[in-house]
């Protein structure tokens, strides 16, 4: 019964397909990491590193090779860490059970570039017990966890990524997924643009017979946006969706900008001036955990509807260069490029600490610190302390990359709720008729949102409440929803 239920949610979803309009076309479209300079390469965090695993033999039981990650022979305890997330990503495996009969990926063929960590890989074996095929590589390159990626490879998924590769190696993997003879992707599941890109440029004839493309990031979206003219293909825009933005965006990053500097750091934030870059999602959550802690913060934005409700939470908004000489920490959370500069830094008071928050390594301009009058000094893993000739230092996490997946972990249950959102935005691109979508970037349907939602009550013991027909009328809903229009 719990398929059938699940058949005749899918059809309930799939009413009302929604467009994402062009508004978000004016905003700078942010460059990728193909832009930028990576110096992984220079000094990564292991020390058994002697044999890239790009050199080395490795099979699985199976005997098969078709993998590349740092050390099969982690698989089990891989395999304990995904087990371990699964007990939290309780909405992700009940999708699996619903849908697990009548498999709604069979024949998809999906190539994937997200984070490689437990979590995702519930999704990924999610999306093979629904049937389908899939070879992933990392969307960053320090974010992999390695022994995850062992299980992966054992349990069959084509997997090629390690924490710690240089730019050269992350191409390489991107390469690796897409470029085989005789298995052809059809679905795209993407995190920053950065495989789409690469098909789309490296492979036009197999980015022509896409099915569908998911994106997760703000980045990856404008940079498909910006290609509207060029994408032949229908996308579907999960970072925008409500369940992506709130819990993802606001309530993770409200946990994790804290969680990320302290292990980082150990910072101690009361009094600490702080700027955030963005008031987003992203930037209101990290601006309320901060405010908790009684650090003094201030906001930088573009936009005046998010600089207003900035002020009306009770931060000064204010431009960059009019703090930068008196903050103690600076957070970029943007998705934009060059929002800290050169000029910038070389303003900034001794011991700032320098972080990023949006999903782009180009918020803050790296680049311009490797030059030779500055020295670089690691002092711990992702931490580096530039020093200017005067002795000042700025201290930079993660080399300017996404602080939270870098140098923490994000919490499991909104993994869950993202990956199941991706899941089914999967499904519904891969199973449309033809013609529903066009060659375009589409939001997720509201119903799906709220479905998504819905499977995640049950771990608070949450109860909702049933509209009789008679409020259903005077609203003018259907007591099983949508319950909210879908620009909301």
Known sequence: SQQIQFADDMQEFTKFPTKTGRRSLSRSISQSSTDSYSSAASYTDSSDDEVSPREKQQTNSKGSSN???????????????????EQDMSALISLRKRAQGEKPL???????????????????????????????SACNIYSTQNEVAAALAEAGVAVFAWKGESEDDFWWCIDRCVNIDGWQ?????????DLTHWVYKKYPNVF??????????????????????????????????????????????????????????????????????????????CCAALKALGAIVYVTEIDPICALQACMDGFRVVKLSEVIRQVDVVITCTGNKNVVTREHLDRMKNSCIVCNMGHSNTEIDVTSLRTPELTWERVRSQVDHVIWPDGKRVVLLAEGRLLN???????????????????????????????????????????MDEYVASLHLPSFDAH?????DDQAKYLGLNKNGPFKPNYY
């Open 67 to 85: 993998f590349c990650v740092k050390n099969i022979k982690q698989a089990e305890f891989g395999r304990r860490e995904i087990e371990i997330a």
């Open 106 to 136: 069979a024949g998809a063929k999906i190539v994937g570039c997200t984070h490689i960590t437990a979590q995702t890989a519930v999704l990924i074996e999610t999306l093979c017990a629904l049937g389908a095929q899939c070879r992933w």
């Open 185 to 193: 992707a059809n679905m795209i599941l993407d995190d920053g643009g």
């Open 208 to 285: 022509k017979k896409i099915r569908g493309i998911v994106e997760e990031s703000v980045t990856g979206v404008h940079r498909q946006l910006s290609k509207a003219g060029k994408l032949c293909v229908p996308a579907m825009n999960v970072n925008d969706s409500v369940t992506k933005q709130k819990f993802d965006n606001l309530y993770c990053c409200r946990e994790s900008i804290l969680d990320g500097l302290k292990r980082t750091t150990d910072v101690m934030f009361g009094g600490k001036q702080v700027v955030v870059c963005g008031y987003g999602e992203v930037g209101k959550g």
């Open 405 to 447: 997946l870098s140098c923490s972990t994000v919490p499991t249950f909104v993994l869950s709720i993202t990956a199941t959102t991706q899941a089914l935005a999967l499904i519904e691109l891969y199973n449309a008729p033809e013609g529903r979508y066009k060659q375009d970037v589409y939001l997720l349907p509201k119903k």
């Open 464 to 468: 909702l409440t049933e509209l009789t």
